[in-house]
């Protein structure tokens, strides 16, 4: 019991970090007035989140296709307990930038970002988290490949993100950041938000079962 609670609260730990990540690519986002600087200087934040081991949901949920039967009910429990610390750290530096001067320059963006999702359709929303979640597992599952040269690893990160943001795809925990820099949160956002982790999951899920059908 006690290794589990470690292993737990350690897991905790690293998602929070990553969620503290996800909301510091997300200010420079929306800080930057050039849409394709903001989109490749948010991959800070995923590149960081690899080099240092943190957990981003993600970019494990695709892995979840993996788990041996008898190793799924534990891989569901470490799945759950990322999305909360990223929830947690994404909402730590929500609150945060939203009570500091860095907040004059994004208010307005990110209000209308929140709005901008709040106002689509469940079906575009998933579309849209699907892709993502597509592009974030080639992004994590690239980088862990160490027999590619490491610039090209690093370069597939930066392309994965410039490519879902440019592209407008859902990103369950930077909207868990925008929803709480905007002060945003209802029943109708967190609703929303598990939604687009449902897309996310989808997306993950996809290239990993290709893998196991053409084997």
């Given at each position: 019991?006690?290794?589990?609670?470690?292993?737990?609260?350690?897991?905790?730990?690293?998602?929070?970090?990553?969620?503290?990540?996800?909301?510091?690519?997300?200010?420079?986002y929306l800080s930057v007035p050039n849409p394709v600087a903001g989109a490749v200087l948010f991959g800070f934040g995923l590149m960081t989140?690899?080099?240092?081991?943190?957990?981003?949901?993600?970019?494990?949920?695709?892995?979840?296709?993996?788990?041996?039967?008898?190793?799924?009910?534990?891989?569901?429990l470490t799945l759950f307990l990322i999305w909360?610390?990223?929830f947690a750290g994404t909402y730590a530096v929500g609150s945060a930038v939203r009570h500091s001067r860095s907040f004059a320059a994004i208010g307005a963006r990110v209000t209308a970002v929140c709005a901008a999702k709040t106002s689509d359709g469940i079906t575009s929303l998933l579309i849209l988290s699907f892709f993502c979640g597509i592009l974030m597992y080639v992004a994590v599952e690239t980088y862990r490949r160490r027999e590619l040269d490491a610039?090209?690893?690093?370069?597939?990160?930066?392309?994965?993100?410039?490519?879902?943001?440019?592209?407008?795809?859902?990103?369950?925990?930077?909207?868990?950041?925008?929803?709480?820099?905007?002060?945003?949160?209802?029943?109708?956002?967190?609703?929303?938000?598990?939604?687009?982790?449902?897309?996310?999951?989808?997306?993950?899920?996809?290239?990993?079962?290709?893998?196991?059908?053409?084997?």
């Open positions: 019991m006690e290794t589990l609670l470690k292993k737990s609260f350690k897991t905790l730990v690293n998602a929070f970090f990553a969620g503290i990540f996800i909301g510091i690519a997300g200010t420079v989140i690899l080099c240092y081991e943190f957990k981003l949901f993600t970019g494990a949920i695709g892995y979840l296709v993996n788990q041996k039967k008898d190793e799924a009910g534990s891989y569901l909360c610390g990223n610039i090209f690893r690093f370069f597939a990160v930066f392309l994965c993100v410039s490519i879902f943001i440019l592209s407008g795809f859902e990103h369950c925990v930077a909207d868990m950041f925008y929803f709480s820099a905007a002060d945003a949160w209802s029943g109708k956002t967190l609703a929303l938000t598990m939604w687009m982790t449902f897309g996310n999951a989808l997306g993950g899920f996809l290239l990993p079962l290709g893998d196991k059908i053409r084997r």
